[in-house]
């Protein structure tokens, strides 16, 4: 007894002198100190608010130092991480000399916040948000280059911010962001992903899918087995295998506009043929009447069924030549898939078409061929309040956990209304119904609100993409396997003085116990949002401001970062509301780096 009794003593005696010695030398002062090495370092890069050290442990033999939440948006590098520690480590006192220092900010170490790329060692064990090889969804055979590398057989969601919408509350469409330095949010970003970052990112190898439209063309062409709405033509020549109609529905475009959760792609048929590797080819093609000369984007809709053929051969007859794509039809189906944009003669000409072969690879598989729409157009999806009156309260991204307000409507027999603008304009949620995406991805809300249906239905739809592919296997959807997200916005603020807003980049760790269905971490979203930011920073202080100002990375809760089962990064990349920023933003110049 007298034994236990000494070496409990003895414990306590031990236990009290190192906690003695911690408080000791992790004085409030020491405290500071360390914390002003961190706001030092973070000043190099970063414009944040303060860095402190919230709290410190001694675990066996190493000193553990807590940081606040701001130390976290350091963009950690090999270098930085090592001047932290060394300089850290001249602070405390030689009791610590044997003691490993590890300081933590926003639940890692810092040196585990150095993007995986960057670093010169990989951890053994460490899981990367990569598929296996498959054809991609596109592939254009005709480009004079073929890139082998870069983002070769990627498939990126990229959706730039917000759009034209329907306001239940006020009886109309309006935009979601206020009207400001000759723009709006909504326009704003589109400026920079349509003309310049989506064709960048498809040249580097990349398949590129958007939630809106991304043909400025206010004409618009659908050409269909089902139904031609003007003197285009759909025709076949029937070879040994004959065009047959498939036993699903597919596209058919009856109606001048659509209302409430009517589908156009579950409202016509679609035909489908065995493919062949030699011999005679079957051929479908579809002939529009274009309005006017012009550019216009063509897009290819078709069914993914059992067997569908990887290599489905598309030509484009058009002004410019012919053009031809290879289209993986065992993902994607049921929607319309983009192939790009060429420049059609006015009128009905052999030299504008598309044709689809059943010439494969392999044969025995199944080609199958719908509706292929050409040009933007106007939108097309009418809205009115809800039947039952009711209407929630429009809650930011950030907040949308929180429970919604209702209200309900006076009782009166409100129209339906589109928006009478041109489709590009129109938020993302319309043009999912009109690409025969799911109810229950575009209207989270059913009907009440579609300023919340609208972002919502962003981080929904990239799931339903991801879909039965390697990135979301357990999802229904589309078999497309998505590598990332990237949401492109523009933020508000502004300053009293010539002071930029500047750059932020936003993802989210906790959800889906923090890792992806491949058991990646979901701090692949930090890296992707790091990466991104740095490059777009660099660039703008090397070629346009040196004192650009880089804000913080946020991991936060915003329902855009939170639900994609894929990495994901938003970008808030200026202030539109702020003239330092605009003086900028609105260079074309600024907008091509």
């Known amino acids: 007894m007298m034994f236990i009794k000494k070496i409990s003593f003895s414990a306590i005696f031990a236990l009290a002198t190192i906690q003695g010695s911690i408080a000791q030398e992790l004085s ?44 976290s948006y350091i963009p950690f590098r090999e270098n930085n991480v090592l001047e ?21 900010a926003d639940k890692k170490a810092i040196e585990d916040l150095i993007p995986t ?13 990569t598929h296996k090889s498959t054809k991609p969804l596109t592939t254009r055979l005709s480009n004079p280059f073929a890139p082998t590398k870069g983002l070769v057989n990627r498939h990126i969601a990229l959706w730039q911010s917000h759009g034209y919408y329907y306001e239940a509350k006020l009886s109309r469409w309006e935009w ?30 990349a398949n590129v899918l958007v939630p809106r439209e991304r043909d400025t063309q206010v004409a618009e062409v659908i050409i269909d087995n089902d139904n031609n709405r003007d003197t285009s033509i759909y025709s076949e020549i029937n070879t040994d295998k004959e065009w047959q109609t498939g036993s699903s529905p597919g596209f058919a475009h009856f109606r001048n506009h659509y209302v409430d959760f009517e589908n ?30 012009g550019k216009y984007a063509v897009y290819v809709s078709y069914q993914t069924v059992d067997n569908s053929t990887d290599d489905a051969l598309y030509t484009i007859y058009h002004k410019g030549g012919i053009s031809r794509f290879k289209v993986n039809q065992t993902m994607g189906g049921g929607t319309w898939i983009y192939l790009g944009h060429f420049s059609f003669d006015k009128g009905k000409n052999p030299s504008g078409k598309v044709v689809l072969s059943n010439r494969s690879s392999k044969s025995g598989r199944i080609v199958t061929a719908d509706a292929v729409k050409i040009g933007g157009g106007y939108g097309n999806i009418a809205r009115r309040v809800s039947p039952c009156g009711i209407v929630t309260e429009n809650r930011k991204s ?16 409100y129209s339906y209304e589109t928006s009478g603008y041109p489709r590009f304009t129109e938020a993302a949620r319309y043009w999912m119904q009109w690409a025969g995406i799911p109810d229950s991805i575009y209207s989270e809300s059913h009907g009440q609100n579609d300023y919340t249906d609208d972002y919502k239905s962003r981080g929904l739809w990239v799931n339903y993409l991801a879909g039965g592919s390697a990135a979301a296997p357990n999802d229904k959807g589309l078999n497309i396997p998505v590598d990332m997200a990237f949401a492109f916005h523009s933020d508000a603020g502004t300053t009293p003085n010539d002071s930029i807003i500047g750059t932020l980049g936003i993802f989210q760790t906790a959800a889906n116990d923090g890792i992806f269905a491949n058991g990646a971490s979901r701090y692949a979203s930090r890296d992707l949002t790091d990466l991104i930011q740095s490059h777009i920073v660099n660039d703008i202080r090397r070629l346009y401001e040196p004192n650009w100002t880089r804000r913080g990375m946020w991991n936060q809760s915003y329902y855009e970062a939170r639900v994609p089962k894929v990495p994901t990064m938003l970008l808030e990349l200026l202030s539109h509301q702020n003239f330092a920023d605009m003086r900028y933003g609105l260079d074309p110049r600024f907008r091509f780096t």
Do not use: H
């Open 28 to 71: 409030p002062e020491v405290r500071v100190q360390i914390a002003t090495v961190l706001n030092e370092v973070a000043r190099k890069e970063i414009s944040i608010g303060k860095i402190t050290i919230d709290s410190a442990k001694l675990q066996k033999d190493e000193l553990i130092l807590f940081a606040n939440t701001n130390c």
């Open 84 to 104: 932290i520690y060394s300089r850290v480590r001249t602070l405390l006192t030689p009791d610590f000399s044997n003691c490993k220092v590890k300081i933590y």
């Open 117 to 129: 790329a960057l670093r010169s060692r990989k951890e053994k064990g460490t899981i990367s948000f």
């Open 176 to 205: 979601q962001r206020a009207r400001v330095f000759q723009t709006v949010e909504d326009l704003f970003t589109q400026s920079y992903v349509l003309p310049y970052l989506v064709p960048m990112l498809e040249n580097a190898g």
């Open 264 to 293: 156009p792609f579950k409202e016509g048929t679609y035909r489908f043929t065995q493919t062949v590797k030699k011999g005679k080819e079957n051929l479908a093609e579809w002939i529009p009447s274009i309005p006017e000369t």
């Open 398 to 413: 950030s907040d949308a956990n929180a429970p919604a307000v209702s209200t309900k409507l006076p009782q009166i027999d």
